[in-house]
């Protein structure tokens, strides 16, 4: 049983890092959403920090304008730590189905904007007022569920940045909403020492998957890749919250 666990969970980080390897994010969507069929999403999003951090530093680190960056992103980042500190303390740790549901609809809400929303653009002169509230909005989803995609994503992609500059921003964003998420897990007593040893199973499951998926990029159609990952997703929202709805 153990043995068949840890080849699911490997499995689950090969697949989450070729995601992040082919388009530049997913990898705690993917792992979160999965690892939610099978533990609860609080169990999972502790799981899934380390592997997070690391590739997402990797991913920050990678492109030449942080500090460009980091000055436009401010508010944005400061939002999304402080829905995400309230957020945790706001909203119980909650072990039972209400988790997965509140998981399954962020990812059928996220598959939907990938899906069918047309493409976004946000004046520049709105941004003052806007990225903190998305920061916010996005720091009490991850709260709630681990995944800290919505609305934050959307909003990133629709500011207009070149591609290094976007890969490098959603990288700098998933790092900050990374620790935040780790500082409210330690708070509730849910990120213990003895995960140490999966973490960095995961960890690496993960490297090997976004080795793989930097090759895939080079050999397929992204936007065939990203319409494939958003149906996905789309299903497996629809199975963790229609699924926990009828258990309830």
């Given at each position: 049983?153990?043995?068949?666990?840890?080849?699911?969970?490997?499995?689950?980080?090969?697949?989450?890092?070729?995601?992040?390897?082919?388009?530049?994010?997913?990898?705690?969507?993917?792992?979160?959403?999965?690892?939610?069929?099978?533990?609860?999403?609080?169990?999972?999003?502790?799981?899934?920090?380390?592997?997070?951090?690391?590739?997402?530093?990797?991913?920050?680190?990678?492109?030449?304008?942080?500090?460009?960056?980091?000055?436009?992103?401010?508010?944005?980042?400061?939002?999304?730590?402080?829905?995400?500190?309230?957020?945790?303390?706001?909203?119980?740790?909650?072990?039972?189905?209400?988790?997965?549901?509140?998981?399954?609809?962020?990812?059928?809400?996220?598959?939907?904007?990938?899906?069918?929303?047309?493409?976004?653009?946000?004046?520049?002169?709105?941004?003052?007022?806007?990225?903190?509230?998305?920061?916010?909005?996005?720091?009490?989803?991850?709260?709630?569920?681990?995944?800290?995609?919505?609305?934050?994503?959307?909003?990133?992609?629709?500011?207009?940045?070149?591609?290094?500059?976007?890969?490098?921003?959603?990288?700098?964003?998933?790092?900050?909403?990374?620790?935040?998420?780790?500082?409210?897990?330690?708070?509730?007593d849910q990120l213990h020492f003895s995960l140490a040893g999966l973490s960095v199973y995961a960890l690496a499951a993960s490297l090997v998957g976004m080795a793989?998926?930097?090759?895939?990029?080079?050999?397929?159609?992204?936007?065939?890749?990203?319409?494939?990952?958003?149906?996905?997703?789309?299903?497996?929202?629809?199975?963790?919250?229609f699924g926990s709805l009828l258990k309830l």
């Amino acid at each position: 049983m153990i043995s068949w666990s840890l080849l699911q969970i490997g499995a689950i980080f090969i697949l989450g890092g070729a995601v992040k390897g082919v388009i530049g994010l997913g990898l705690p969507t993917v792992a979160v959403g999965l690892l939610g069929a099978v533990m609860t999403p609080v169990q999972a999003a502790a799981l899934v920090i380390v592997p997070s951090f690391v590739t997402n530093v990797w991913q920050l680190l990678a492109g030449p304008g942080f500090i460009a960056l980091a000055r436009r992103l401010w508010l944005l980042l400061v939002g999304l730590c402080v829905g995400t500190l309230a957020g945790g303390w706001w909203v119980p740790v909650d072990n039972s189905g209400r988790a997965r549901i509140a998981l399954g609809i962020a990812l059928l809400f996220y598959a939907a904007i990938g899906l069918f929303a047309p493409r976004l653009a946000v004046p520049r002169r709105a941004e003052w007022w806007l990225s903190p509230i998305v920061g916010v909005l996005t720091g009490i989803v991850t709260a709630m569920t681990g995944v800290f995609v919505v609305p934050m994503v959307p909003y990133i992609q629709a500011l207009g940045l070149q591609r290094d500059d976007l890969v490098q921003a959603l990288g700098l964003s998933f790092t900050v909403a990374t620790v935040a998420l780790a500082v409210v897990l330690v708070a509730n007593d849910q990120l213990h020492f003895s995960l140490a040893g999966l973490s960095v199973y995961a960890l690496a499951a993960s490297l090997v998957g976004m080795a793989v998926g930097q090759v895939v990029r080079k050999r397929i159609d992204p936007k065939t890749f990203r319409l494939c990952f958003f149906i996905g997703m789309m299903l497996l929202g629809a199975h963790l919250a229609f699924g926990s709805l009828l258990k309830l």
